[in-house]
T-cell receptor, first 114, second 108 residues
Framework: ETGVTQSPTHLIKTRGQQVTLRCSSQ?????VSWYQQALGQGPQFIFQ???????GRGNFPPRFSGLQFPNYSSELNVNALELDDSALYLC?????????????FGPGTRLTVL | QKEVEQDPGPLSVPEGAIVSLNCTYS??????FMWYRQYSRKGPELLMY????GNKEDGRFTAQVDKSSKYISLFIRDSQPSDSATYLC????????FGPGTRLSVLP
């Protein structure tokens, strides 16, 4: 069974640029959630995708957007990068949505915005 | 008030000690409670989850939930240096909400 994978591992961008982060969900999982984890903080929920539709969103501006593909992999896009966007971006997958299911995290992508 | 609060530590204990990690939460809608362990520069790893009030044991780890006081605890018995990590408590109502994590160091 393959776990959650994310790419790239690290990324350095400058303010105002755009970035795309990628996630492959664990085998058999159709739900992907994205989190932002600033240094010394817990993960903050960005949004969730279930069967290619956004299914819940946290308190993040519209410049944070996402996609889920038919194979349940997912992308997180961030436009007009700001310095405060520097963080570890975590993807987590679960078997389904709508009720509690164990959620498994990937290793994360560390984004640095200069 | 944040939905899940947790003492960030750091907490240092000698090897073999019993460790107690605690969280409080504010949202009565939360029904599931979980603990994740996160090693430096890695993604969080699910340790265990519980539903509603009560205790759940898994090896050296015991999770405890008291819904009447909105209190979540994780106990680690016979702590090992390999337990050194950040421990995140989380709750689930409609989405997952996490505390800031407690950084634990177990000294040999």
């Amino acid at each position: 069974e393959t776990g959650v994978t994310q790419s790239p591992t690290h990324l350095i961008k400058t303010r105002g640029q755009q970035v795309t982060l990628r996630c492959s969900s664990q085998s058999g999982h159709n739900t992907v959630s994205w989190y932002q984890q600033a240094l010394g903080q817990g993960p903050q929920f960005i949004f969730q995708y279930y069967r290619e539709e956004e299914n819940g969103r946290g308190n993040f501006p519209p410049r944070f957007s996402g996609l889920q593909f038919p194979n349940y992999s997912s992308e997180l896009n961030v436009n007009a990068l700001e310095l405060d966007d520097s963080a570890l971006y975590l993807c987590a997958s679960s078997a389904t949505s709508g009720s509690y299911n164990e959620q498994f995290f990937g290793p994360g992508t560390r984004l640095t915005v200069l | 008030q944040k939905e899940v609060e947790q003492d960030p530590g750091p907490l240092s204990v000698p090897e073999g000690a019993i460790v107690s990690l605690n969280c409080t939460y504010s949202n009565s809608a939360f029904q599931y409670f979980m603990w994740y362990r996160q090693y430096s520069r890695k993604g969080p790893e699910l340790l265990m989850y519980t539903y509603s009030s009560g205790n759940k044991e898994d090896g050296r780890f015991t999770a405890q939930v008291d819904k009447s006081s909105k209190y979540i605890s994780l106990f680690i018995r016979d702590s090992q240096p390999s337990d050194s990590a950040t421990y995140l408590c989380g709750s689930y109502g409609q989405n997952f909400v996490f505390g800031p994590g407690t950084r634990l160091s177990v000294l040999p």
